[in-house]
């Protein structure tokens, strides 16, 4: 006799290497790992992402997935995430003096992942949410 059991929503467990990948005065990038944990017994895939990205409380867009990754069975996974966008986008609302200054100085800002990730296992999606905050210093 074979027992079926309904899938469980996979777990966000954290988020690590936050890192600025670039910084000049056209572009910062900064790439991170959402690391998960798929606590069913079947493999899933990954769906959609919809992580809005705040930088001193100022929208700079959306993370962006960089590669493909499976969702193994019984196992934590990480997925690595990116989100590039000109500097001036935060800047302009601090007065751009201040903020470069800022910015080149060492200071720190807050950076804010809120939104959530799509898995699907058999054939059900699970969103899961993220909420997750950080103080990094925008130097390569």
Known sequence: ??????????QFLKVSNVE????SFDKVTINSFLHYHNPNNIKGQFKATDIKVTVNDIDVGSLKQLEKVAVPRKSDFKIPVTISFPPKDI????????SVLQAYAND???????GTM???IAGKDFKIPIDYKDDIILKK
């Not at 074979?2 to 996979?10: A, K, R, V, Y």
């Not at 800047?91 to 201040?98: A, H």
């Not at 720190?108 to 809120?114: E, M, N, P, Q």
């Open 20 to 23: 600025v990948k670039e910084m």
């Open 91 to 98: 800047f302009k609302k601090k007065g751009l003096l201040k």
């Open 118 to 120: 799509t898995f699907t």
């Open 1 to 10: 006799m074979i027992s079926c059991s309904l899938p469980t929503e996979p």
């Open 108 to 114: 720190k800002v807050a950076l804010h992942y809120l």
